[in-house]
Each structure stands twice: as C-alpha cells, then as structure tokens.
C-alpha cells in the first residue's frame, strides 16, 4: 500500500498517545479519519483540532472491550465514508501490580486483557470481514510492544505476546487467501505517552478496592525519556509502504529479540537461562 490519499483510516486510543499522532500522520497523508477512544474529551479535542485543519473527521466514543462498540465503530466508518483502508487498533492499557502472575488479580487481567487483547480481535472481526468484500487494497496494524517479544512478565507482557500471535495468524490467513490486505504488528520500546496513567480509565467495575496500592513503575523514567510518538507513526507508514510485518523502531529491540531467541535455542544447555 503506497498512496494514502483519500482513503480512510480508523484508529483507536486515537486521542493521545501513539494513537493520536497515527490520527496526525494519517491526516497529513491526505486521509479521512474515524478515530476512536473511550476518553470522550480528549478525543472531542483532537477531532476539533484536526477538522480546523479542514480534515475529514468522525470521532467515536469506543470501549473496545466490547465488541458491540467496536462493531458500532465499523457501521459509523463505513456509513461514513463507504469505506474503510486502513485499520489500527492501537487501543492499550498498562497496569496492575508488580508481582508474580499468580498474584495479579482476576480484575487486573480482565482489564489489560479486556483492552489489549479482545480490543484487538473485535477490531479483526468488524473489520476485517467488510474490508475484503469491498476487495480495495487495505491494512491492518496493530499495535503490541517490545513486551510481546520478551517473557511476558506481567498481564501487560502476556496480552502483548498475544497481540503478537494474533497478528501472525491474521498475516498468514491474509495470505492464504491472496487478499488485497496486508497486516503489520507494531512492537515499539519505550515511547513518551500517558500509557502508565492508563487506570484514569478503568471500569469501577474491574477496580480493586481493597488490593495494596501499585508502585510507581520503574518505566516511568525510560518512558518520560522515551521516543516521540510522531517518531513512531513515521515507522508505521514507512513500514506499510515497505510491506514491513514486524515493525519496531530502534536497534535496541533488535538486540532484544536476538537474545532471546538464543536462549530459546539454548534451552538444552543446562547452565543456560531458558528466558531474560
């Protein structure tokens, strides 16, 4: 996919973050936008400020842990604009405490799971399906992190990890079938956005009134520090014009995944570490 003008794009946590500067780059691209997000005033503020701009832009109030929102999202998009090209569920949420998986509570992993993951495969299943009967040229990206491609220590490592798999699966179906859409997962480090803010939106329902207030992570300087989500949205769209899959800005998460793929295959070394 090289030309992006005129096409439409739909993308969620559209109203900060990673999401918001997709919603940027996507507008100076020359598309029209539906952009999602469960923050009703950030996302009205970031319409606003890209229709004075003379964008083309809907805005949609989406919890994408709920299927019917995102299907609702799709029927909006495509009543819209007739149609939808590219695709990035973006949407993502990091908490809970840091402590051993067996900890972490049933609400901690519904939450993280309920975004991260479902937010993910509502998108494919609304998606997806509309996309290739309309048979337009079309992507889909979706946005995991480097904790997708290390242990996955916690309920944000492990919804990532799935992001991961769901994405290869969603690239080998594609090309099974020789459609006219391509998928790529993005696994970017540490990027400078609100995601460690991300309980402002928890459901009360899946709070944990009497659990042990969380720590501050120890991520908030590294990502305080980290890459400029524009940097990021510039990734994405060269590696949609590159027909890029895996998608990850900087050499450090290469030597990430290197090493631990040589563990994996080290495995049978008794002194080796099977993960870290």
Known sequence: MQDFSGKVAVVTGAASGIGRALAERCAAEGMRLVLADIESAPLEATVAGLQSSEVRVLGVRTDVSYPEAVEELARRAFEAFGGVHLVCNNAGVFGGRPAPVWEATLNDWRWILGV?????????????????????????VNTASMGGLVPGGSPYGVSKHAVVAISEALYSHLHERAANIGCSVLCPIYVKTQILQAARNRPDALKDPDAAPSRPSSRGGRIENGQPPSEIADAVFDGIRAEQFYIWPGDEVDNIVRTRFDHILARSNPEARPFG
Not at 116 to 140: C, D, K, T, Y
């Open 116 to 140: 991260n993951v479902w937010g993910v495969i509502h998108g494919l299943r609304s998606f997806v399906p509309r996309m290739l009967e309309a048979g337009e040229q079309g992507w889909i």
